[in-house]
């Protein structure tokens, strides 16, 4: 069972940044690819932004530009800076698996935008 932990949630007003982190627990953790996934409520969970082993990365084009996927494999651990926030990013973020099979889904991080 690969363990996640998902922190630095919170809320900001429009135009702020906050940076979520992502401490997992898998063994061979470089070698995955991995994502932040968000699910605001009455919406369907959407991938946000992914990055490979390689550190390639890939993002909805509704967060390209502002967002920035990265990763730390000495620390196992996945980050997602966020920047010029607007109130359509208020969601739960989630850290996983960038492409299926994924893991089970955790507790995730609030996101509030909100003036």
């Known amino acids: 069972q690969v363990q996640r932990v998902e922190s630095g949630g919170g809320l900001v007003q429009p135009g702020e940044s906050l940076r979520l982190s992502c401490s997992i627990s898998a063994r061979f953790f470089s070698t995955y690819t991995l994502g932040w996934y968000r699910q605001a409520p009455g919406n369907q969970r959407e991938l946000v932004a992914s990055?490979?082993?390689?550190?390639?990365?890939n993002y909805v084009d509704s967060v390209k530009g502002r967002f920035t996927i990265s990763r730390d494999n000495a620390r196992k651990t996945l980050y997602l800076s966020m920047n010029s926030l607007k109130p359509e990013d208020s969601a739960v973020y989630y850290c996983?698996?960038?492409?299926?099979?994924?893991?089970?889904w955790g507790q995730g991080t609030q996101v509030t935008v909100s003036s």
């Open positions: 990055i490979t082993g390689g550190s390639g990365t």
């Open positions: 996983n698996k960038g492409v299926d099979p994924v893991w089970s």
